[in-house]
């Protein structure tokens, strides 16, 4: 592919829904463009976007794709996203590489919970927009209502630019509003539809809005000239219509990419830092090198892929470079253009260009490469957090050898999934966006690194405690030729607060236990806090006091007194009315007010405790308590009640007590878990 310098390139990420028809969309404007031959088929499994084997297999894009192709002199780097909520990550990235954004609406389905979800994101990072409104030639498709659902969920600075000419089977192409050329049998709706589009251009210019006040007929160049200015602001944000599948409206949707998105030159400066002082970066290929790595791909033959947007300067094949995330030097041997799972080697990328390198030791996901003099840091990308949690298991002794490396090289692929440990079940714990998210990167561990692995709920990590003051006295004797054992000690035992934690003292008089056996005791007690009495979970905030015991002049030792101390422990703890303590999260959700009933409702039957709900601008704002065991898994159940729109975060708060009534039933399944 030839070079192509900043104002010569477009970058553009798809968004929408899930099934809207980002990814056909793609396919259909890399054929427009002549960058393919044929046009392939998401069903099929043959699209340049959806490569990986998990995508075709579950006919849905799964991960973030590049697609570059050449429009009237112009290159346009396409960002396929997915649309699925589980994925929101390849979105988060996709949006740091974009200088604008194409959000994609079914003609039949209109808008959708996630084109609602990424209209926000897109505001949010404040990139022009175009709304794309696909499948005319699909059965009940019907622009009218789609452009109206946009106007009402969008924003009415949204208008048609294009009309379409006919609908489903009958669909032939559209009629451009901008230019007046509309064919009679669509002149009935362009008449309202050429007046929606100059009154919202007209709002981008004083003189416009004059003259259009005094209801002079705004001509072509006026509305290009108006439009241009007014989609780089927000003003402004253009509808077009078409279909991908017989590529009527795809050429009208490239040229308004051309006319009316920024270049990277166009485009505000990039903030980042150098040596602690906040600089701008414009997109000039003599400035200093920034190259941002947006995703990183562990491919199992090319190995890791550094998918990469450069800012300010040139990267040049055969360089050395700085990670300023690493504090590493870097060689890079080869600059890519990635066109879906193809690298094109290329001389360098410069400054708002969009590629790849192979092989990169050190960098990863929100890398910045630049010089060591220049030691240049743009912002990393701010993931969601991971709420859904499951339990990692390899399936044999091989899959256990390669289970950290794999696991490690999986996360690097995809930051918006969290590996930890969690010291108290020794479980491998993955945390990801949802159910799906974490079947794929179980999929992926198998197909890319040969690791079969086992998810599973977390094991919560209960813990014992005692609920009153109880004596319990253990005798250890044992006899067995020369030397026996002898240890024998009575103790007490009392709760202590809520966090105190364990205690142990003596209040041993008269020797009954000798001075040198005490620590002995203590060291039974204590590896008894470890192994549990109830059902095996640590013991905690209890205290504990030697009050008397006896001794054997030959028989005695240290040993007998550390079995004495375990022992009677174990024997105090159940005749201590002994319960469970439950790690209970704090739990923080947002999610739109008419879904709050909902969701409090549903936060009643899981043993939660609401700390407070306020409602501001049509959002309502939860604080709750939730036992660990209901929230580790949550997500999934939010998401659902809120059609999508919930967004939930999590973070420890503290031990409760487990009630009564679900003790036994905890204690049960844990002692047959345990057997088996």
């Given at each position: 592919m030839d070079q192509f310098t900043g104002p010569k390139i477009r970058n553009v990420v798809l968004l929408s829904h899930s099934g809207a028809g980002k990814t056909s969309l793609a396919e259909a404007m890399l054929f427009a463009s002549k960058g393919i031959s044929r046009l392939g088929s998401v069903g099929d499994g043959n699209t340049v976007s959806d490569f990986d084997p998990e995508e075709q297999r579950r006919e849905t894009s799964l991960q973030l794709a590049v697609i570059p192709c050449v429009w009237k002199g112009t290159k346009v780097n396409l960002l396929d996203t997915p649309g699925y909520a589980d994925f929101i990550g390849e979105t988060v990235s996709a949006l740091r590489a974009a200088d604008a954004a194409v959000v994609v609406v079914s003609a039949a389905s209109g808008v959708e919970v996630g084109t609602e979800l990424v209209w926000e994101r897109v505001r949010e990072a404040g990139l022009p927009v175009i709304v794309f409104v696909s499948k005319m030639d699909r059965e009940h498709a019907?622009?009218?209502?789609?452009?109206?659902?946009?106007?009402?969920?969008?924003?009415?600075?949204?208008?048609?630019?294009?009309?379409?000419?006919?609908?489903?089977?009958?669909f032939s192409g559209?009629?451009?509003?901008?230019?007046g050329d509309?064919?009679?049998?669509?002149?009935?709706?362009?008449?309202?539809?050429?007046?929606?589009?100059?009154?919202?251009?007209?709002?981008?210019?004083?003189?416009?809005?004059?003259?259009?006040?005094?209801?002079?007929r705004l001509s072509a160049e006026e509305i290009a000239s108006g439009l241009r200015a007014g989609v780089r602001t927000g003003a402004v944000v253009p509808v077009l219509t078409g279909s991908s599948m017989n590529g009527a409206g795809i050429g009208e949707l490239l040229d308004a990419i051309v006319d009316y998105l920024p270049a990277p030159t166009d485009a505000p400066p990039v903030k980042a830092e150098k040596g602690g002082?906040?600089?701008?970066?414009?997109?000039?290929?003599?400035?200093?090198?920034?190259?941002?790595?947006?995703?990183?791909?562990?491919?199992?033959f090319v190995g890791k892929l550094s998918y990469i947007r450069v800012v300010s300067g040139t990267l040049a094949s055969n360089s050395e470079v700085w990670d300023s995330k690493t504090s590493e030097a870097e060689r890079v041997s080869q600059v890519f253009v990635s066109i879906g799972k193809h690298q094109e080697n290329v001389p360098s990328l410069v400054a708002g260009d969009i590629g790849s390198v192979a092989k990169l030791s050190h960098a990863v996901t929100g890398s910045t490469l630049t010089t060591k003099d220049a030691a240049i840091a743009l912002p990393p990308v701010e993931f969601p957090p991971a709420v859904y949690n499951v339990a990692v298991h390899p399936k044999s002794k091989a899959d256990h050898d390669k289970l950290s490396v794999s696991l490690a090289r999986l996360i690097e692929e995809d930051p918006s999934?969290?590996?930890s440990r969690d010291p108290s079940t020794a479980e491998t714990i993955v945390a990801g966006l949802g159910d799906t998210h974490v079947e794929v990167m179980a999929e992926r561990a198998k197909r890319k690194f040969g690791v079969e692995i086992e998810l599973a709920p977390p094991r919560v990590p209960y813990q014992e405690t005692v609920s009153k003051v109880t004596k319990a006295e253990y005798r250890h004797k044992k006899q067995s030729g020369g030397h026996g054992q002898y240890g024998h000690v009575v103790l007490r035992l009392e709760p202590n607060g809520r966090g105190e934690g364990f205690s142990f003292k003596s209040e041993v008089v008269g020797g009954t236990v000798p001075r040198e056996y005490i620590p002995a005791v203590e060291k039974g007690v204590q590896k008894r806090m470890g192994e549990g009495a109830l059902a095996g979970f640590p013991i905690v905030d209890v205290k504990v006091v030697l009050i008397d015991g006896s001794s054997h002049a030959v028989d005695s030792s240290g040993q007998s007194f550390e079995i004495a101390g375990s022992m009677a422990m174990r024997q105090?703890?159940?005749?201590?009315?002994?319960?469970?303590?439950?790690?209970?999260?704090?739990?923080?959700?947002?999610?739109?007010?008419?879904?709050a009933g909902a969701v409090v409702g549903d936060l009643n039957t899981r043993r939660s405790h609401i700390q407070g709900m306020s409602p501001e601008g049509g959002i309502a704002y939860i604080d709750a308590e939730m036992p660990r065991s209901e929230a580790q898994q949550y997500s999934t159940q939010l998401r659902a009640l809120t059609q999508g729109r919930g967004v939930l975060t999590m973070e420890f708060g503290h031990y409760g007590q487990v009630p009564p009534n679900l003790v036994e039933r905890i204690v049960q399944s844990t002692q047959e878990a345990t057997k088996a």
């Open positions: 019907d622009f009218a209502a789609a452009l109206a659902q946009i106007r009402a969920k969008l924003g009415n600075r949204c208008a048609a630019v294009n009309l379409p000419i006919g609908a489903e089977a009958s559209v009629a451009d509003l901008v230019a509309v064919p009679a049998d669509a002149q009935a709706d362009a008449g309202a539809a050429r007046d929606q589009l100059a009154e919202a251009v007209a709002e981008t210019d004083d003189d416009l809005t004059l003259k259009f006040l005094e209801e002079e002082t906040e600089v701008e970066l414009t997109a000039d290929p003599a400035g200093p090198l920034a190259a941002f790595v947006f995703k990183t791909s562990a491919d199992p999934l969290h590996l105090g703890v159940l005749d201590a009315a002994p319960t469970l303590l439950e790690p209970i999260m704090k739990v923080h959700i947002t999610a739109p007010e008419q879904f």
